[in-house]
């Protein structure tokens, strides 16, 4: 009579497929919050800082009017 022998295969199978779903959605989730960050940064509203040295630099090349028409918002 010969024992039963069990194969672990399917288990093991099992095992891989989540750990490679796992680290595929470890790695979608990093990379969209990066792109969030980045587009954030990019779409960042101009700040005071930001329009008086954009406002110095078009006085620079004589282009600026004097009273500065930029609007402005600060971030708190």
């Known amino acids: 009579m010969e024992g039963e022998h069990k194969s672990n295969g399917a ?4 095992i891989i497929i989540l750990l ?3 680290v595929g959605g470890i790695y979608t989730w990093k990379s969209k919050l990066k792109n969030i960050a980045n ?3 990019v779409l960042s509203p101009i700040t005071v800082e930001d329009s008086e040295e954009l ?3 078009l006085k620079d090349l004589g282009t600026a009017d004097a009273e500065g028409s930029f609007e402005t918002e600060e971030i708190q």
């Open 55 to 57: 406002e110095a630099i």
């Open 39 to 41: 587009r954030d940064q």
């Open 20 to 22: 490679i779903l796992i």
């Open 11 to 14: 288990t093991v199978g099992l």
